[in-house]
């Protein structure tokens, strides 16, 4: 069917607009308003007005403006001036930073937004599949997923794969013809959004877009909740961790309030102020920064994210599975020889091959392009194509029926094991022979002796066929071997160092590909990967799931393995307790790229993998893996320097005012006070994002530990706890400090010891081997500097502060330095047991993987 037959246009289209010349463009932006993006399950943005106001609904937040409001009614109108400023500037600095982390994060998945080829004003464009309306013609080929359901116009040897709609695993023939829009995943002529062309090619009308086509339902029930990833569900049990500690914490000071007949307005106000410094309010904030920062990091490397929370998984990689090809190989084939079935130069596989490649409409493999490269031989002239049996990953071959002079002609290139068993004949110097298993042994040793030498091997097969209007795989027989195509694919330059730069960073390399065990261990010989025993995919079939679990750690390279076995390999590492990514870029690459922890691709990937991967590579290779992995680390370990904070310094201070609020006779700080302290501190936590990662922390993978968070909490917090008692012990017996003194003393103390306690808790080194950054430095002596300082500024009687004597901020500064040295031990030996629980863990502990050549 030609696309000027096609003249009636589907329900949702236009009708004034005939699909010949697709749609203006002032048109496509006039359906786009009426039908909306074509997304199954849009994502609602909020405007950042309603992402303002929703920062205000905070409990904690609405809690905090009701008592000022409370406050200014009981005329303590400066209290209420002080909580609203605090709130106001906490607020802003929340939402400026998350908004801007947002929409560096939005610009960066711009990059990599899924596209389709679509006519517009009478030409072919890539445009954003989100923009693609109803009455759109779009062309579709091999490997792109299908952008909208769509009635066909044109198509050649179109197969479809519809398994998210159908569940059926089989590639579906589809054929241009009829005019109904039908929304049956079995109508032949209707294509549908949510499945992907296996091979052939096609032009279709859109009829449905987004929310309104048959993926739709589907796609909103898929996408009602994410996955969690192991950072998500690590923040989740932080969170709850001090949500329960908080919940006591408060309930103990309003009851120990009340016994002691405390002011019920301030017994309140300091419960409730003290649950705001408990509460890691700019988490969610400083999570966004980091991991965004850390996103716009890996972009500069030419690595794109596009789901964040896939950022901690990145850096926790341990195993890294991928094809050799493209990987420690260029990926760029070049023709090499075409040899008969015993190795003699043969033009004739070549002319066969030739036909094969240049009438296929699958995807073409960079073996087809080194073929079509070659100058057309004169025999291969006058064909025409009759049929096309696609390629499959069980078969693992491409067959193609041409004709020429009323003769029909089926011609199979593939793996040359699965041509073997179908060949009856083969050809040696011009002449056929009969194959019996003196000749298939000679066969077999001709292709075994090409793989010895790294050379990637195809083999030819034809046979005459009868006429008919259809061709199947069951018409694969009787083949007369013609011989085989050679190619080289060399290693690349950088693959040995990359190879041994991602060992030393942790990460395991494992090479899991369809080609033959020969060829494959030469590649690996030749970057100084030592193969080992490897295991085939015919061994993988034989095994049960813990079998393989037994046996995936210790092998380094799968060989001949179909896309199932893939999933099975990757199934297995996790189950081993691994980290596994997993690095594909072809249609058969999307069920392992969902499978594994992080999912892999490059740009010049077909949309399917593209779309299945959480990782983009701008550029493939190992090289650019590594730096982003690194990067990875980067964003994991300044979120961890967060969380310790709160747990250690931050945690130790407010459990020493709830303890001092039960023997002192007065409240150990003003809630204003505490709100103030909370917020410089918070401050102070804001250029986390931008500090320096110890190059130890880089060079091994990062996983969420929760034992060291609370063991943080448990002994670094009390250090804390104990130098606030010692203060408390130095106002009262040596200062005789009343209220205003000691509310002076402890403030600037507090904030001086759980904000200067980063330079500590940032590294597991030496602090003064480990530089911060200078953002991080600047804030943080900036914010000890302004708290020394406000009692002696004019704002010291509002905010209920006196000027210190000297001889205190000799004693401070004396007890910060002893604090500081402690915290330190108590660090060194919590990182130490950290380690030595991880190495024990360690999948790859006590393992050498590569042997170097001299």
Avoid at 142 to 165: F, H, K, N, T
């Amino acid at each position: 069917m030609e696309i000027q037959e096609a003249t009636e246009a589907p329900p949702l289209a236009n009708r004034s607009m005939a699909p010949t010349r697709g749609l203006t463009s002032q048109e496509a932006a006039s359906r786009l308003t009426q039908f909306g993006p074509n997304d199954p399950t849009p994502r609602r943005r909020p405007s950042p007005i309603l992402d303002l106001l929703r920062l205000f609904l905070n409990p904690l937040v609405m809690i905090l403006l009701i008592a000022a409001v409370a406050s200014i009614f009981l005329g303590e109108k400066v209290d209420a001036g002080i909580i609203i400023a605090i709130v106001l500037m906490s607020v802003t600095v929340d939402f400026t930073q998350t908004y801007r982390s947002q929409q560096a994060v939005e610009r960066l998945r711009e990059r990599v937004a899924p596209t389709a080829t679509v006519l517009r004003d009478g030409e072919w464009r890539d445009i954003r599949r989100n923009d693609i309306v109803p009455g759109d013609v779009v062309r579709l080929s091999a490997g792109d997923l299908v952008p909208a359901d769509a009635r066909l116009l044109v198509s050649r040897d179109l197969y479809i794969q519809q398994a998210a709609l159908t569940g059926e695993s089989l590639p579906v023939e589809k054929q241009a013809g009829g005019t109904e829009a039908s929304t049956r995943a079995d109508a032949t002529s209707m294509v549908f959004l949510g499945t992907s062309v296996v091979s052939g090619t096609a032009t279709a009308l859109v009829v449905a877009t987004g929310a309104k086509t048959s993926f739709g339902d589907i796609a909103a029930r898929l996408s009602s909740r994410p996955e969690e990833t192991a950072f998500d569900r690590g923040l989740k049990d932080f969170s709850l961790l001090l949500s329960r500690t908080v919940f006591f914490l408060v309930i103990f000071l309003l009851v120990t309030s009340f016994f002691m007949h405390r002011q019920p307005l301030q017994a309140l106000l300091f419960a409730i102020a003290l649950a705001v410094g408990l509460t890691p309010e700019f988490l969610p904030m400083i999570t966004a920064v980091t991991l965004s920062k850390g996103a716009r990091a890996m972009a500069r490397k030419k690595v794109i994210v596009k789901h964040l929370s896939a950022i901690q998984n990145f850096g926790s990689i341990d195993v890294l599975c991928s094809d050799k090809t493209g990987t420690i190989t260029t990926g760029n084939m070049t023709f090499d020889h075409a040899l008969d079935a015993f190795g003699n130069p043969s033009n004739s596989v070549l002319t066969l091959a030739y036909l094969n490649s240049s009438f296929e409409t699958g995807i073409r493999s960079p073996l087809d392009t080194a073929i079509l490269q070659c100058s057309k031989p004169k025999e291969a002239e006058g064909y025409e194509k009759r049929d096309e049996i696609p390629y499959d990953f069980e078969r693992r071959r491409l067959s193609i029926v041409v004709e020429r002079q009323s003769r029909r002609l089926l011609i199979s290139k593939g793996a040359p094991e699965g041509l073997f068993a179908l060949s009856v004949n083969c050809e040696s110097d011009g002449q056929i022979v009969p194959v019996n298993a003196s000749i298939l042994e000679r066969c077999h040793k001709t292709y075994d002796d090409l793989s010895r030498q790294g050379l990637r091997v195809l083999a030819v097969a034809y046979a005459e066929v009868e006429a008919r209007p259809n061709y199947s795989p069951h018409d694969e027989r009787g083949l007369t071997l013609a011989g085989f195509l050679t190619f080289s694919d060399p290693p690349l330059p950088d693959a040995a160092e990359a190879l041994a730069a991602l060992l030393a960073d942790g990460v395991e390399v494992k090479i899991i590909t369809g080609d033959g065990e020969l060829v494959t261990s030469h590649v690996c010989s030749l970057v100084g990967l030592d193969p080992g025993n490897i295991v085939l995919g015919e061994n993988i079939e034989r095994m049960t799931d813990p079998a393989l679990a037994h046996i995936v750690s210790e092998t380094r390279v799968f060989a001949r393995v179909s896309p199932a076995q893939k999933n099975r390999i990757l199934l297995a590492l996790k189950h081993k307790g691994h980290c596994v990514g997993f690095m594909g870029d072809g249609i058969n690459d999307a069920p392992s790229l969902h499978a594994a922890d992080v999912g892999i691709s490059v740009s010049t990937a077909v949309d399917v993998a593209r779309d299945a991967a959480d990782i983009i590579l701008v550029e493939p290779g190992l090289g650019v893996l590594a730096a982003g992995i690194q990067e990875g680390r980067k964003a994991f370990g300044n979120v961890m320097k967060y969380l310790l904070m709160g747990t250690s310094s931050n945690f130790g201070n407010m459990f020493s005012m709830a303890g001092a609020s039960v023997f002192l006779p007065f409240l150990p700080m003003l809630p204003t006070q505490i709100l103030l302290n909370n917020f410089l501190y918070d401050t102070s936590q804001i250029t986390i994002p931008t500090d320096n990662v110890d190059p130890e922390f880089l060079h091994k993978p990062q996983h969420w530990d929760m034992r060291l968070i609370r063991n943080f909490m448990v002994f670094i917090g009390p250090i804390s706890s104990i130098f606030d008692f010692l203060t408390f012990y130095v106002l009262l017996h040596f200062f005789h400090a009343d209220q205003v003194f000691f509310h002076t003393g402890w403030f600037v103390e507090s904030l001086a010891t759980q904000t200067l306690v980063i330079f500590v808790i940032r590294t597991t080194q030496n602090p003064f081997r480990s530089r911060p950054s200078r953002a991080l430095l600047t804030t943080t002596l900036a914010i000890v500097a302004i708290g020394i300082f406000l009692p002696f500024s004019p704002l010291a009687r509002p905010l209920g502060f006196a000027p210190l004597p000297a001889a205190y901020l000799a004693f401070l500064a004396a007890a910060i330095i002893v604090y500081l040295l402690l915290v330190e031990a108590g660090k060194r030996f919590l990182f130490k047991s950290a380690v030595l629980r991880t190495a024990k863990k360690s999948p790859l502990h006590g393992r050498d993987v590569f042997k170097h050549a001299e």
